[in-house]
């Protein structure tokens, strides 16, 4: 299994090669926005964090950027700054320099306003653009894939179909060495003991019960119980009895591909084979956390169909619903809906999953991409704005 | 073969419907690429399960090869299985 990518001067393959313009903080939004719109090449990442805010929070917008600036799809960075910011946008800049890329840092403060640092802005990105179109697609083993998971808008068949055939693809993709990320650890209430026994240590699975834990804290300390009215009644007519059944459909999208080890939110992972990152499942956060960690392509199971996208790294979208494969089809690129009907067995919608990514890190565009819905994106952070 | 219910591993008890059934009907029931015959006694919803065959009350129910329950009573095959005769085995404050 072989796909053609773009080999990084630190060893990382990107799939897609952008030059990715960075706001450091809520506030330079606008301008990171426009200097993008103005260059062919050029993607922006916009956020609403980076001021006011507790330290916990603002290191972690630190080290989101960071990552997200490392993401291998990203050929060389714009950091755009309003120059008063929390984040730590100097640390930022050298640790996307420390793995061979070229940044750039504007400091709308320094430049003397919007106008001024989007002209600038758009001069070097158009410079950075012409660098990275000279790069050239290189044949990569797919042990170069960074596959980041998630389900969103799920139905019956997303439990029964997309993401167990999913699951098939990840047991094949960590078999030939490679890298998948699953988030979305609300959803493992119920079933966190069953993917604890499925990590390679009790170490390891302790880590997993313990980030359950922590997510299930948080929302304790809100006052509210989220775990109450789980399944909830339009589940349980639908069919799920158990907040085990229904957690179940949901980590099925890893098969049985073992947990290596546990990282927080937007950590690149240092080992080979499926991790668990600490995440909601809400798509700007976890899209982002994926991308921060260094998934290189996404695969977003859904039921009813999600449409979401992110700005720099394609995410392909699977169904198990022939109905939302026919009536969303402008969103969806991939069915598996002949799981249900009996006509494909989850081995082959699993390898067709893997046919699919392939194909997709080597150039091939995705729905979202195609229609420009790429804008789900926000940085994770659990303390307030003061 | 068209497929009225499938079974998610070949470990599980139960399976779900995928599309609506009527009591008596002789369900084919997919397993992988194999097909088996299952009499229901029962209607059962799409989304929905059945028993593959005869639980015992205390019995665990599988699906996806894992624990989603324990019968709270005995189950025939072909009978449905859900809430009235399967409970969580979570979260379960009353019984700590």
Known sequence: ?386 | MKRDAIVIRVEDNVATAIRNLEAGHEAAVGIGEEVTRLKLRQSIDYGHKMALNDIARGEKILKYAAVIGQATQAIKAGEHVHVHNVESLRGRGDLD
């Open chain 1, 1 to 386: 299994m072989d796909f053609m990518g773009f080999k990084r001067a630190n060893g990382k393959v990107g799939t897609r090669n952008y030059v990715g313009v960075l706001s450091t903080v809520v506030c330079a939004n606008e301008v990171a926005r426009a200097i993008a719109d103005g260059v062919q090449g050029a993607v922006a990442f916009t956020h609403q964090q980076g001021c006011c805010q507790t330290p916990p929070d603002l290191k972690r917008v630190t080290d989101t950027l960071a990552g997200l600036g490392n993401n291998a799809n990203l050929a060389s960075v714009l950091l755009v700054s309003l120059g008063c910011e929390g984040t730590d946008v100097k640390a930022v800049a050298e640790r996307i320099q420390a793995t061979g890329k070229k940044v750039e840092t504007l400091i709308i403060q320094e430049e003397g306003g919007a106008a001024r640092t989007r002209a600038k802005g758009v001069l070097l990105a158009q410079q950075l653009a012409v660098e990275a179109s000279a790069l050239k697609r290189e044949p990569c083993s797919s042990k170069n894939i960074v596959l980041g998971l998630k389900c969103g808008s799920s139905d019956t068949s997303s439990g029964l179909a997309s993401n167990p055939a999913l699951g098939v693809a990840v047991e094949r993709f960590v078999s030939q060495n490679a890298v998948a990320i699953m988030g979305e650890v609300t959803e493992f209430i119920g079933a966190e003991h069953l993917l604890a026994a499925q990590a390679k240590d009790k170490t390891t699975g302790r880590k997993i019960i313990e980030l359950v834990e922590r997510m299930e804290n948080r929302v304790k300390a809100m006052g509210v119980d989220m775990r109450g009215g789980q399944p909830t009644p339009g589940n349980i007519q639908g069919g799920l009895t158990t907040i085990e059944e229904k957690s179940l459909g949901a980590i099925a999208k890893v098969g049985s591909a073992v947990v290596q080890d546990v990282y927080e939110y937007g950590e690149v992972p240092r080992v080979k084979g499926l991790v668990v990152m600490d995440s909601p499942g809400r798509e700007p956060e976890i899209l982002t956390g994926l991308a921060a960690a260094g998934a290189n392509v996404i695969v977003f199971t859904t039921g009813r169909g999600a449409p979401q996208g992110f700005p720099f790294v394609p995410v392909i979208k699977v169904t198990g619903n022939m109905h939302t494969w026919e009536h969303l089809n402008d969103h969806m690129d991939l069915s598996v809906h002949g799981v249900m009907t009996g006509d494909e067995s989850l081995d082959k919608a699993g390898a067709r999953i893997c046919d699919q990514v392939l194909a997709t890190a080597s150039g091939e565009g995705t729905k979202a991409e195609i229609s420009g819905y790429v804008q789900a994106m926000d940085i994770y952070v659990t303390g307030p704005v003061i």
